[in-house]
């Protein structure tokens, strides 16, 4: 189960403490997913943004990362809004669920190997909850690496690639995308019209059980 309080991180919760002190108003603890638990899409993040969900304590409210996402999945028909401001702005998802694969704001953005590892228990029963058919949707290789792990799967069988789809030893699809930081969007590597076509992609599997296919 999620845990606001958890403490095995100790740089993290070093971290987090230093953050909550130099900007009070900030969330600065776990950040837990948004959305229903038994959603057929589930969205998994890298770890939360300073300035976003590290603020507000909603996955990808408040800062640039995501802008591009929630303008998508309102596009798709995911989200009641396209644009997602605050964990109190009235936002609410459809049929999808945003979580992160490390639930805490790492230093630089970048979480250690331990520190992936240990927060992998939460993403574990998080994908617990889904049902057969259910499409995991990973914005970058660490969420990608990180779902693997979660089902003891190695990444030689379930290489990253944008658009790349695999189906998981518990019939569930396993959906790639690059993620949509601020990085990847201004170098074109991840473009509004490539993340449309991914989640377009998302909402057919969503439609199928692998084993049909």
């Not at 600065?28 to 997913?33: G, I, M, S, T």
């Not at 617990?128 to 995991?136: D, H, S």
């Not at 189906?167 to 699809?173: E, S, T």
Request: glycine share 8%.
């Amino acid at each position: 189960m999620f845990d606001i309080n958890c403490c095995q991180c100790p740089r993290l919760l070093a971290y987090l403490d230093e953050i909550g002190q130099e900007y009070p108003d900030y969330h600065a603890r776990p950040v837990d997913a948004f959305g229903a638990k038994k959603s057929k899409l589930l969205i998994v993040g890298l770890a939360p943004g300073m300035h976003g969900a590290n603020a507000t304590g909603r996955p990808f409210t408040g800062d640039a990362s995501g802008e591009l996402l929630f303008r998508t999945l309102y596009d798709q028909g995911f989200s009641s809004k396209p644009v997602s401001v605050a964990a109190n702005d009235g936002l609410t998802l459809n049929n999808c669920r945003i979580t992160n694969a490390v639930k805490c704001l790492p230093p630089q953005n970048k979480p250690t190997t331990a520190e992936i590892k240990t927060c992998n228990s939460f993403l574990r029963q998080e994908l617990a909850t889904l049902k057969r058919g259910a499409v995991v949707l990973a914005l970058g290789a660490v969420a990608h690496s990180a779902v693997l792990r979660a089902y003891g799967l190695t990444i030689k069988q379930y290489k990253f690639g944008h658009g790349a789809q695999y189906i998981l030893p518990n019939q569930l699809w396993l959906l790639d995308s690059y993620h949509c930081s601020r990085y990847n969007t201004q170098t074109k590597r991840l473009t509004p019209e490539m993340l449309q076509s991914v989640f377009a992609q998302a909402k057919i599997l969503m439609g199928s059980a692998p084993d049909s296919l």
